[in-house]
C-alpha cells in the first residue's frame, strides 16, 4: 500500500499516525505545503500575546520525529497542484521543481485558506493573517518592534482572540465587524456579555460596519506627533489608525486543484461519505476542506475546528485501510469555546439562526446560575441558554458566558446533543458535586428542570425580543424589590416584589384588567415563583426567561420601552 496524504496539522497527520499504526508496511507520505507539518495553529495568539513564550512550543512534531517514531516520509514545503485520479498520480511543486508521485490511496486534507476581501489596500504588507507559525512569529515581532496601533478585521474565535493578544502586549485595539454582534455564531444576549468585556480590555469594537478600504499613506497623530502606517476606513466614515492590520474575516476551503480534478465539490467544499470518501474511488479526505452534515439540523456545511478533523482524520485511516472494521464519522454538534479576557464564551448545538434555517421549532431556556455554590467563597454567575425542541425537549443547542465552570458544563451540554438527551434527561445526570466545584443541583440539572417546565406545560415564558408586544397588549409585572425595579424597568409595569404577590392579589387582578399577565425579576426565579401563584389564581400569565439580566443583553435600552434613571443605579 502506498498512502499519499496532502496536508499535515489536525485531519491529515491523524489519519497518516493511524495509518502507520495500523499497517507498518505501507510506504506513508505526507506532503505539507508550508513550513510545518504538525502545530499548535490554536495556540498561536497566544504566542503572539506572550503567553506561550517559545516558538518551539508551537511545534507538535516535526518532519524527524515523525519518521523517528511512525516512520513517516513527510515532505515540507511540496504543493501538491494536480491530481490525476485516473493514472492514480498526483503533480507536487518542490523545493527543487515539479514532481509526479504515484499513488494507491490518496486522503486530502487541504484545510482552509483565510479570505480576502476585496477592498482596496487589503494587499498592503501592513495587513496579516493568523494561520500559521510563520504568521504569529512575523507578528509578535512587529508587535515587539514598536507598533502601538492595531486593527483586527474580523470578531469571530481567532479574531478576538488575536485582539486580546495585542492588547496584552499594551496596543491599542480596534475590532470590526461586519455582523452586527461580536461573535455571530453566538446569540445577541451573549454576545453582548463578551461585547462588554471586551471594552473592560480597552478594546474598541466596531460592529454592524464594514471596512471599505486600508489606505497605507502615513498620518501623523496630532496628539503624539507620530505617525501610523495604515488608516482602515470603515462605511460609517471612521478612519481608524493602525501599525497592523489583522485579517480575520473567515475562511474558505482549499480546494481548486481537486475540484479541477473532478472531486465533486459543495461551495467549494469536498462532499464525502460517512467514510470520508469522495466521488472518486481511491480517493478520501478530512477536516476543514470538507462538507459536514450538522447532527442537529441537518445543514450541509464545512465545521472548521480541530477537534472534528483529529478525530475524522483516525475514522478516514481505518476507512482506508480496514474498511470492514471501519466505523462512521459522525456529524458535528459544532462545540467550541473561546476566552475574553476574564470570560469564557462557549457553545455547542445550533444556535437560532440555524434552527430558523432549518425550519426546526424551538424554543429557548436562560438561566444565570453560580458557578458553584454560592456560601462557598467565589462563586460567579454562568449566563447560559439552551434550545430544546418544542414538541418533546430534545435539546437543539447551548450556549453558556462566564468567568468560570462555563467549560464543562458545555462539555455535559454537547454530550447530551450527541446522545440525543431531552430537557427531562438533564434532571437525572449524576454530576459532581462540592461546594468549591458545584452545586447539588448543577446549572445542567437546573436547565433541565426550567426547560422540562416549559416542555409540559408548567409554566409559559415569554422571551426578551416579544418585548414590544408584549408591552403593547399585556399588562407588565415586576417582581424585583424597589431598589432593583429603580436601577431601570419595564415601561408602565406595576411593582409588587413577590413575596407580596399573595396578599395583593386583588390588586394585580385590577391591573391587568382582562389582559394576560407577562411577569419578570433579575434572572427568572423569583417571577417563576409569582407565575406559580398568578397561574392558581386563575390568571393568564407567563415570566420572561432569562429575566431583565437577558432583556438588557438581548435589547440594550429596547427602544425606549425600558425607563433607565440617569443617576448611577442603586443595587439591591
Given amino acids: 500500500m502506498k498512502l499519499i496524504v496532502v496536508g499535515g496539522v489536525a485531519g491529515g497527520m491523524s489519519a497518516a499516525a493511524r495509518a502507520r499504526r495500523l499497517d507498518e508496511n505501507a510506504e506513508i507520505i505526507v506532503l505539507e505545503r508550508g513550513e510545518h507539518v504538525s502545530f499548535a495553529n490554536c495556540g498561536l495568539p497566544y504566542f503572539v500575546g506572550g503567553e506561550i513564550a517559545a516558538e518551539a512550543d508551537l511545534l507538535v512534531q516535526t518532519p524527524e520525529s515523525l519518521r523517528n517514531s511512525l516512520n513517516l516520509d513527510v515532505r515540507t514545503d511540496h504543493d501538491v497542484t494536480a491530481v490525476d485520479a485516473a493514472a492514480k498520480v498526483v503533480h507536487v511543486q518542490t523545493p527543487h521543481g515539479t514532481a509526479t508521485l504515484a499513488y494507491d490511496a490518496l486522503i486530502l486534507a487541504p484545510g482552509a485558506r483565510a479570505v480576502r476581501p476585496p477592498i482596496p489596500g487589503v494587499d498592503s504588507p501592513v495587513v496579516t493573517t493568523l494561520r500559521t507559525v510563520g504568521d504569529a512569529v512575523a507578528l509578535r515581532e512587529h508587535v515587539l518592534g514598536g507598533a502601538r496601533r492595531a486593527v483586527v478585521l474580523g470578531a469571530g474565535f481567532i479574531g478576538l482572540e488575536a485582539a486580546e493578544a495585542l492588547r496584552m502586549r499594551g496596543l491599542e485595539v480596534d475590532v470590526v465587524e461586519l455582523a ?123 465545521v472548521a475546528l480541530a477537534g472534528p478533523a483529529n478525530r475524522a482524520g483516525r475514522l478516514v485511516a481505518d476507512a482506508v485501510l480496514r474498511p470492514a472494521k471501519a466505523r462512521p464519522m459522525p456529524a458535528p454538534v459544532g462545540t467550541a469555546i473561546v476566552r475574553i479576557g476574564g470570560l469564557a464564551a462557549a457553545m455547542t448545538g445550533a444556535n437560532r439562526r440555524s434552527l430558523e434555517a432549518a425550519g426546526i421549532g424551538y424554543q429557548t431556556v436562560h438561566l444565570h ?72 443541583k448543577d446549572p445542567v440539572n437546573l436547565a433541565g428542570m426550567i426547560a ?62 382582562g389582559r394576560p399577565l407577562r411577569v419578570y425579576c433579575e434572572s427568572g426565579m423569583r417571577s417563576y415563583l409569582a407565575t406559580r401563584i398568578l397561574a392558581a389564581a386563575g390568571l393568564d400569565v407567563a415570566h420572561l426567561s432569562g429575566g431583565m439580566s437577558t432583556l438588557r443583553a438581548r435589547l440594550g435600552d429596547a427602544g425606549g420601552l425600558l425607563v433607565v434613571p440617569d443617576a448611577e443605579p442603586v443595587h439591591a
Fill in 452 to 513: 422540562e417546565n416549559v416542555v409540559d406545560g408548567t409554566v409559559t415564558v415569554w422571551q426578551a425580543d416579544g418585548l414590544a408586544e408584549v408591552a403593547s397588549s399585556a399588562a407588565v409585572l415586576d417582581v424585583r424589590s424597589a431598589q432593583e425595579y429603580a436601577t431601570g424597568h419595564v415601561r408602565d409595569a406595576l411593582l409588587v416584589p413577590h413575596t407580596e404577590i399573595r396578599e395583593r392579589l386583588d390588586e394585580i387582578t385590577a391591573f391587568a384588567a
Fill in 180 to 302: 452586527d454582534h461580536v461573535l455571530p455564531p453566538l446569540e445577541t444576549e451573549m454576545a453582548s456579555l463578551v461585547r462588554d468585556e471586551l471594552g473592560h480590555l480597552g478594546i474598541t469594537v466596531h460592529d454592524g460596519v464594514a471596512a471599505v478600504s486600508i489606505d497605507s499613506d502615513t498620518d501623523t497623530d496630532t496628539d503624539t506627533g507620530t505617525g501610523h502606517a495604515a488608516t482602515v476606513v470603515l462605511a460609517d466614515g471612521s478612519r481608524l489608525p493602525a501599525d497592523i492590520v489583522v485579517l480575520s474575516v473567515g475562511v474558505t476551503p482549499d480546494t481548486a486543484p481537486f475540484a479541477t480534478a473532478g472531486v465533486a465539490c459543495e461551495r467549494g467544499a469536498i462532499v464525502v461519505d460517512e467514510h470520508g470518501a469522495t466521488s472518486i474511488d481511491g480517493i478520501w479526505a478530512v477536516g476543514d476542506a470538507t462538507v459536514c452534515t450538522d447532527a442537529v439540523t441537518g445543514l450541509r456545511r464545512p
Fill in 369 to 440: 446560575p453560580n458557578s458553584h455554590a454560592g456560601y462557598f467563597p467565589g462563586a460567579q454567575a454562568i449566563h447560559l441558554l439552551m434550545h430544546i425542541r418544542v414538541t418533546d425537549g430534545l435539546i437543539l443547542g447551548a450556549q453558556a458566558v462566564g468567568a468560570d465552570g462555563v467549560d464543562k458544563r458545555i462539555d455535559v451540554l454537547a454530550t447530551a446533543i450527541r446522545t440525543h438527551l431531552t430537557a427531562a434527561d438533564l434532571m437525572d445526570l449524576d454530576l459532581a458535586y462540592a461546594p468549591p466545584y458545584g452545586s447539588a
